[in-house]
C-alpha cells in the first residue's frame, strides 16, 4: 500500500466527517453540556472497534448474511431516535462552564460509543468503501492495511468531532436560551437521520 492509496482514502475519508450527521449532533449536544472528551472519545471508540472487525475479516462475513445489515440499521437508527427523544426532553441549559448533571462520564461515552458503532454511515464507509483502497499485491498484509487506514479515518475524526463538540460549547454555553435551541435541533436531527434511514432500508428490501 503506497502513499497515494492512503492519501486518497483520507480525502473520502474527510468527506464523511465533515458531513454533518448523527455524529455531530451528538459532538454539539457533548459540547453544550461539557461533555465533549468524554463524547468523542466513544464516538472514536466505536470506529476503532469498526476498523478491528473489518481487519478480523468479520465485516465481510456479516455483509455477506441476508437481513445482517437491514437489522444492524435498523437497530442503529432506532438507537437515534431514542436519544433524539432524550435530547428533546432534556435539552441543554447551560449557563457556566461547568459540567452539568447530565450524565457521567461513562453515560456519555457509552451513547458515543453507541452513536458511531450503530452508526450506518460507519458500515457503508467500512464494509464497502475501506477496502477498496488496500492492495492485496502489496507487501503489507490486508489487515495491517486496514488498521493504518482505520487510524487514519479515526485521526480525522478525533480532529472534527473536538472542534465541532468545543466550538458548540464556547459559542453557546454563555447564551442559555440559544443552547436550548441548538440542543433541541440536535435532537430533531437525529430523530430525523434515525427516522429516515429505518424508512430506507426498509423500501429497499
Not at 88 to 115: C, I, K, N, Q
Not at 130 to 152: C, E, N, R, Y
Request: hydrophobic content about 60%.
Amino acid at each position: 500500500m503506497d502513499g497515494a492509496a492512503v492519501l486518497a482514502f483520507w480525502g473520502v475519508s474527510v468527506l464523511f466527517v465533515i458531513t454533518p450527521g448523527a455524529d455531530w449532533a451528538y459532538a454539539i449536544t457533548a459540547g453544550l453540556h461539557a461533555r465533549t472528551g468524554a463524547a468523542v472519545a466513544g464516538l472514536l471508540a466505536g470506529h476503532l472497534v469498526a476498523t478491528g472487525v473489518v481487519a478480523a475479516g468479520i465485516g465481510g462475513l456479516v455483509a455477506a448474511l441476508p437481513g445482517a445489515l437491514t437489522i444492524l440499521t435498523v437497530a442503529g437508527s432506532l438507537y437515534l431516535v431514542w436519544l433524539g427523544v432524550g435530547t428533546l426532553r432534556h435539552p441543554a441549559a447551560v449557563s457556566t462552564g461547568e459540567a452539568d448533571a447530565g450524565g457521567s462520564t461513562w453515560l456519555w461515552w457509552s451513547r458515543g460509543f453507541g452513536v458511531s458503532g450503530l452508526n450506518p454511515k460507519v458500515f457503508l464507509l467500512f464494509l464497502a468503501i475501506l477496502p477498496q483502497f488496500t492492495d492485496p499485491a502489496a507487501s503489507w498484509p490486508i489487515v495491517g492495511q486496514v488498521v493504518v487506514l482505520g487510524l487514519v479515518h479515526v485521526a480525522s475524526c478525533a480532529v472534527v468531532y473536538l472542534l465541532v463538540g468545543h466550538g458548540a460549547g464556547v459559542a453557546l454555553r454563555s447564551r442559555p436560551a440559544a443552547a436550548r435551541i441548538v440542543s433541541r435541533v440536535s435532537g430533531i436531527v437525529m430523530i430525523g437521520i434515525g427516522a429516515f434511514l429505518v424508512v430506507e432500508r426498509l423500501l429497499l428490501h
